[in-house]
T-cell receptor
Framework: GEKVEQHESTLSVREGDSAVINCTYT??????FPWYKQEAGKSLHFVID?????DRKQSQRLIVLLDKKAKRFSLHITATQPEDSAIYFC?????????????FGKGTQLIIQP | AQTIHQWPVAEIKAVGSPLSLGCTIK??????LYWYWQATGGTLQQLFY??????VESVVQLNLSASRPKDDQFILSTEKLLLSHSGFYLC?????????FGSGTRLTVL
């Protein structure tokens, strides 16, 4: 089955700098890649996703890049703010429609330093 | 707008005791519903999914069971809790192409 690896377990950046969280996946059939944010003690909140028909997607300060050849995708947060501090989870699914059978990475704790 | 409600918010239970967690979604007809489990400090594991009333598919065996008695309700249960059942249980549903999570139930088994 699919395996999703999140390379940074913890990432610390200064407020205002950019943060990059990287994930790799194993199943070439994966075509849907969402990202979720989990603040301390809370549930997961959807932030952005990308599908395999594009290699870049941006929503305000969030940019997702997808490299299908390398089976790698990444979340870039620009101009980081204190409220960006959270655990970020990447995920992958082989289904082009919907989010069935998502496989999640282990999460990256993002710390924004003042 | 759709809303998803999970209950209880938290539970502290003894090993060997029964458990029932619930999830209700409003404002969405015939949703696909899911149960996920997050071990403390860990990643998420999908446990069950259901696409219609009375039909539940198990994704991983953890001595838990799930049922969908109504279109808008999803129940997770077991007759005998294990220590390893501790964690954060999340109900989720899909809208179009995105998975949305409920607020979760934190379970501590002692």
């Amino acid at each position: 089955g699919e395996k999703v690896e999140q390379h940074e377990s913890t990432l610390s950046v200064r407020e205002g700098d950019s943060a990059v969280i990287n994930c790799t996946y194993t199943d070439t059939a994966s075509s849907y890649f969402p990202w979720y944010k989990q603040e301390a003690g809370k549930s997961l909140h959807f932030v952005i996703d990308i599908r395999s028909n594009v290699d870049r997607k941006q929503s305000q300060r969030l940019i997702v890049l997808l490299d299908k050849k390398a089976k790698r995708f990444s979340l870039h947060i620009t101009a980081t703010q204190p409220e960006d501090s959270a655990i970020y989870f990447c995920a992958a699914s082989p289904y082009t429609e919907g989010a069935d059978r998502l496989t999640f990475g282990k999460g990256t704790q993002l710390i924004i330093q003042p | 707008a759709q809303t998803i409600h999970q209950w209880p918010v938290a539970e502290i239970k003894a090993v060997g005791s029964p458990l029932s967690l619930g999830c209700t979604i409003k404002g969405k007809s015939s949703p696909n519903l899911y149960w996920y489990w997050q071990a403390t400090g860990g990643t998420l594991q999908q446990l069950f999914y259901s696409i219609t009333v009375g039909q539940v598919e198990s994704v991983v065996q953890l001595n838990l069971s799930a049922s969908r008695p109504k279109d808008d309700q999803f129940i997770l249960s077991t007759e005998k809790l294990l220590l390893s059942h501790s964690g954060f249980y999340l109900c989720a549903w899909t809208s179009a192409e995105t998975l949305y999570f409920g607020s979760g139930t934190r379970l501590t088994v002692l």
